[in-house]
């Protein structure tokens, strides 16, 4: 079910997520730290990690993994 914003409306749409490096920790508008992605996935993003770099994300997301597998739960 699309999400809906405060207004009760489905928030529809792409838009540009600061990819490497969050625009609030000095990050550019180059190309190479911009992708493209719909709206809901993005503020997904957000809610899950905050403004965490791309970079953190995959190094918390490894821990979880070893953590897993240490416990016998992921092969």
Do not use: C
């Amino acid at each position: 079910m699309p999400r809906r914003s405060k207004k009760g409306k489905h928030r529809k749409g792409r838009n540009h997520h600061h990819f490497l490096y969050p625009k609030s920790r000095g990050g550019d508008n180059s190309l190479s730290n911009l992708l493209l992605i719909d709206i809901e996935k993005h503020e997904a993003w957000h809610r899950l990690f905050k403004n965490a770099t791309a970079d953190e994300v995959l190094s918390l997301l490894e821990r979880v993994v070893r953590a897993k597998k240490h416990q016998g739960g992921v092969k």
